[in-house]
């Protein structure tokens, strides 16, 4: 066996592919399928998109929160099919990147991991506890006093430290997990508005970061972290962070403060030096839920492209951090609708950042900081609706005339969780607010769905293993890149390994003070 595989791979490194397909003598109905021809020609377009080695001197990283490989590849046939196609043809935009690899996310502490350990090991190329938020494992979670000495530093911080330009978006509070572990050092993610004496909140942390003169751009939700309780926020140290923030480049830059997209659609770019625009009190809507209502929030892509836009000014370069923070929010209320729609919208605001960047100078990694336990099963047809009940082939291939049924009866969905709330049908289906489902009943177990609308925003799927919520995953994920610096994302890698590509990619020696 031994033999046979090194034959195997000598042949493969010294056997060029055109010349292994030629001497197949292949017959021409294999040589002129569609599934050949496109599979050739979906090789040969990605190599034309590597290139030389270059320093990049922009960095944007996206980040899907939640979004393992399973939903990403629900996401990729549900916006198929939204196009009439039958969907798993379909490609997410980040999905045609050149370069990929697989990332494993393990915190020193749990075997399934939470965000704010996740994005420390991005940020920082060092991996930690559950819970904290770039404080080395070597302190226990919530210890104010042992954090004080094991902080680590952050890519961000890097880049601001250097004159570079810096900023984050978010569709989660600007506080949360994700996006707190580019500027904030916490032994508790918890601490967003209030931390233990001897400690600061993150929130604080975020107006009077130290490094450089700030971050030039901050977009997301969470307004009430930074507003007193007297204002009908959460502080109830009675300080208005948004009012110390403008009063910090008073006089010496032009700061700009927004509440609402109109606000933010309107704001002069080349007179605005630092942008802040925190839009809701809390998390932001889901995407679906902000167009069915007409929300005044703006979306992750009009967040993304304004934020470039004002990076950009910056000749030296920048780093931007992009997060759907609501895929991993969706999947804890089990309702797939939502998780795959805001993905969708997070592969749209990385085309629009292509739109915008010269990939000759600039680095963007599309990622997750860690997967949820949605399943994808059932052999459905070719071309079901994800989010449909299962239909199956008959024996000559063809599809069925009616649902799949189970070994109790029962109509099934592709698409289940292993575990959290189960199933529930909100507001007639219409409601695309995820967050609901905590207004009902734990459900978990089988359901009929004979006469449930399954494709219906408010649908919530059926779980195995009943609990207050849906869990993370803690299979691996992956990581795309493209531009300068992404030949480096390959094979195998910790989640580590990430700051090391964007440290590597910039020549940000780690010694350069």
Not at 254 to 277: H, P, Q, R
Not at 319 to 348: K, T, W
């Amino acid at each position: 066996m031994a033999k046979k595989l090194a034959r195997a791979l000598s042949a493969f490194c010294l056997i060029p592919l055109a010349s292994a397909v030629s001497a197949a003598s292949l017959p021409d109905y294999q040589t002129n399928s569609d599934w050949f021809t496109q599979a050739s020609d979906r090789l040969e377009q990605r190599a034309s998109l590597s290139r030389e080695a270059k320093t990049a001197k922009n960095v944007i990283l996206f980040v899907g929160d939640g979004m393992g490989i399973a939903t990403l590849t629900a996401a990729r046939i549900f916006e198929g099919q939204r196009r009439g196609q039958t969907g798993e043809e379909n490609s997410l935009s980040f999905e045609e990147f050149p370069h990929s690899a697989l990332i494993k996310t393990y915190n020193t502490d749990q075997q399934t991991p939470d965000s704010a350990g996740t994005m420390t090991a991005m940020m920082t190329g060092v991996k930690t506890r559950a819970g904290m938020i770039n404080v080395d494992g070597q302190a226990l979670k919530g210890d104010c006093a042992a954090s004080q000495d094991l902080g680590l530093n952050s890519f961000l911080e890097m880049m601001e430290s250097r004159g570079k330009a810096t900023g984050i978006v978010s569709t989660a509070r600007l506080t949360h997990a994700t996006p707190a572990a580019t500027y904030a050092k916490s032994p508790n993610r918890k601490w967003e508005a209030e931390a233990d004496e001897g400690c600061t909140d993150i929130a604080t942390q975020m107006v009077e970061m130290g490094i450089g003169d700030g971050m030039e751009v901050m977009l997301g939700g969470g307004r009430d972290f930074f507003t007193p309780v007297a204002d009908g926020g959460l502080r109830e140290d009675e300080r208005n962070l948004t009012g110390e923030w403008l009063l910090r480049y008073e006089g010496e830059q032009s700061a700009v403060y927004v509440e609402n997209g109109f606000e933010l659609a309107a704001v002069d770019i080349a007179n605005t030096d630092k942008l802040m625009g925190l839009f809701t009190g809390d998390h932001m809507s889901y995407d679906a839920d902000r167009i069915a209502k007409n929300s005044e929030e703006p979306g992750i892509v009009e967040m993304t492209t304004t934020a470039i836009d004002v990076l950009q000014k910056d000749e030296d370069g920048f780093f931007l951090m992009v997060e759907s923070g609501r895929v991993d929010h969706a999947h804890h209320s089990g309702n797939a609708y939502n998780a795959l729609n805001e993905a969708i919208e997070l592969s749209d605001a990385v085309k629009a950042a292509l739109q915008k960047v010269d990939l000759e100078e600039t680095l963007i990694l599309v990622t997750a900081d860690h997967s949820h336990v949605m399943n994808m099963a059932g052999y459905p047809t070719r071309g079901n609706p994800i989010l449909g009940k299962v239909i199956g082939n008959d024996d000559s291939g063809a599809p069925n005339e009616t649902v799949s049924l189970a070994e109790d009866n029962k109509p099934y969905t592709t698409l289940t969780y292993t575990n959290g709330r189960g199933f529930a049908y909100v507001d007639s289906g219409e409601n695309t607010d995820a967050d609901k489902r905590d207004d009902y009943d734990i459900a978990a177990g089988r359901h009929d769905l004979t006469g449930v609308d399954t494709e219906k925003p408010g649908f919530h799927q059926e779980s195995l293993v009943a609990l207050g919520g849906e869990s993370h995953g803690g299979e691996d994920i992956s990581l795309h890149a493209i531009g300068a610096g992404a030949e480096k994302v390959q094979g195998h890698l910790e989640q580590s390994a990430v700051f090391h590509i964007m440290t590597a990619a910039t020549d940000l020696s780690l010694s350069e003070e």
